[in-house]
């Protein structure tokens, strides 16, 4: 089962390449961010989050980073594997009760 | 654990039919939420409950009901399908109000003709 539309961008890597995939997000006032991952049909999957006192992250082969400034997300996935082709969404919480909002996901596609 | 289970997985109704989508999660968590999910659009909250009895709109609660009389359930209500109901169904809890990571439901996709 398909979980998102036709039209999300899309980033096509080789197996082996690192892959950045980036969002912007809408609210200044946003103190905590998150990135998922949502393989098809499936629900979404939690990767590795970043509040708004740090600038970089690291798990594992994964790192986000933080542009305040331009408000700005990244994900990088280093040494990028055919199992990592999937959806990934970021979400901003900017207050209340987990108010995130998500973008809209890219679609990332690895060939072997 | 098992986590957070959904039930049914799909579903189709006619319009104007209701029906309730289930919501369970093990994990002792107090927060619990319903997002939809559409084409080409992120995920977005219907309800939340941020404990036992306690129950609160999100951005699109219009033709959704919730109640929360347990901590482990959170169903979803649809009083009268439409169509544009049809979308897939998601299910998340966490362990703090904010700030902490969600667990998400398999999700449940409806239909409306």
């Known amino acids: 089962g398909e979980s998102v539309g036709l039209h999300l961008p899309t980033l096509s890597v080789q197996e082996g390449d690192n892959s950045i995939i980036n969002c912007a997000y809408s609210?200044?006032?946003?103190?905590?961010f998150i990135w998922y991952k949502q393989e098809s049909g499936k629900g979404p999957q939690f990767i590795i989050d970043?509040?708004?006192?740090?600038d970089k992250r690291q798990g594992q082969r994964v790192t986000v980073l933080l542009n305040k400034t331009v408000k700005h997300l990244s994900l990088q996935i280093a040494a990028t594997q055919p199992g990592d082709s999937a959806v990934y969404f970021c979400?901003?919480?900017?207050?209340?009760?987990?108010?995130?909002?998500f973008g809209t996901g890219t679609r990332l596609l690895v060939s072997p | 654990n098992a986590g957070v289970t959904q039930t049914p997985k799909f579903q189709v109704l006619k319009t104007g039919q209701s029906m309730t989508l289930q919501c369970a999660q093990d994990?002792?968590?107090?927060?619990m939420s319903w997002y939809r999910q559409d084409p080409g659009m992120g995920l977005r909250l219907i309800h939340y409950?941020?404990?036992?009895?306690?129950?609160d709109q999100g951005e699109v609660p219009n033709g959704y009901n919730v109640s929360r009389s347990t901590t482990e359930d959170f169903p979803l209500r649809l009083l009268s399908a439409a169509p544009s109901q049809t979308s897939v169904y998601f299910c998340?809890?966490?362990?703090?109000?904010?700030?902490?990571?969600?667990?998400f439901g398999p999700g449940t996709r409806l239909t409306v003709t």
């Open positions: 609210n200044s006032a946003s103190d905590y």
């Open positions: 409950s941020v404990g036992a009895g306690i129950t």
């Open positions: 970043i509040r708004s006192n740090m």
């Open positions: 998340a809890s966490s362990y703090e109000s904010r700030g902490t990571e969600q667990y």
């Open positions: 979400a901003e919480n900017s207050g209340g009760f987990q108010k995130l909002v």
């Open positions: 994990m002792n968590h107090e927060y």
